[in-house]
């Protein structure tokens, strides 16, 4: 059905996000092809928003950037058209509901199927409400990614049991973010999750450099980074590429030791 499993079949998995059009929709895509030759098995690309309410400041400002710059959801699928003739690595957009549902389920994920969208994050759509447009994705081919978190608690397993793609486990409490120190007692969440369901579990939330990588990778299938690629991006704006490649080499290779 779709190819997020892929991105797990060769080991661990590394995966980067990136805040589509930050700092323009040309500049995504080379970071994306740079983050592929790189080692990344699989993209999230961000969809701004004026109200990201997971996002810690970094994710925020970037999305700024991009709506400042002028991004939209069309030029964004148009932009994947483009790099759809470059590459077909698994890249799962991460947005919130508002845009998809204002945009229309069909209409977007029709456009999904069209540019190879293996699945979705939505982080403001609890697992209750899956159903609210989980029925149109899966007809486009669109895997709805599941969320636990670290309060998730009794509700662990009845989300992995129902779990398609694989399972974003979120490794501490509040927003996105650099952490130093991830103290969430991951090892028993991931148990729970491999009881009832071989669907690959990552980590993501606060994980920036390769030390925590490793760990990581330890108990997950995959290991999740978002903020430190912005905060590249946000440092060198357009000549990011080379820095963008020089990190994702080092994280890919700290998670396959």
Do not use: W
């Amino acid at each position: 059905m779709s190819k997020i499993k892929d991105a797990f079949k060769n080991g661990k998995a590394f995966i980067p996000f990136i805040t589509a059009g930050d700092p323009s929709l040309d500049k995504t895509k080379e970071f994306i092809l740079t983050m592929e030759k790189a080692g990344a098995d699989l993209i999230e690309v961000g969809i701004p928003f004026s109200d990201p309410i997971a996002e810690g400041v970094v994710i925020q400002e970037a999305d700024i950037r991009a709506l400042s710059a002028g991004t939209t959801t069309d030029k964004i699928f148009d932009m994947l058209r483009s790099l759809r003739r470059e590459t077909d690595i698994p890249i799962v957009f991460m947005t919130y509901l508002n845009p998809v549902f204002h945009y229309g389920y069909e209409r977007f994920f029709s456009l999904c199927e069209e540019v190879n969208i293996s699945g979705i994050i939505i982080p403001d759509m609890p697992y209750e409400e899956k159903g609210e447009c989980e029925k149109e994705a899966l007809a486009h081919s669109v895997e709805v990614v599941s969320m636990i978190a670290p309060t998730s608690e009794e509700r662990i397993k009845s989300i992995a049991s129902e779990a398609r793609g694989f399972i974003y486990v979120v490794s501490s409490m509040g927003v996105t973010g650099i952490r130093t120190q991830i103290k969430t007692d991951l090892k028993s969440i991931l148990a729970s999750i491999k009881e009832v369901t071989d669907v690959p579990a990552a980590i993501g939330f606060g994980i920036h450099n390769p030390e925590q990588a490793r760990e990581m990778s330890r108990i997950a299938d995959g290991v999740i980074v978002g903020s430190a690629i912005i905060k590249i991006i946000e440092k060198y704006g357009e000549e990011a590429a080379p820095y963008i490649a020089d990190y994702v080499q080092s994280m890919k290779e700290a998670i396959r030791q």
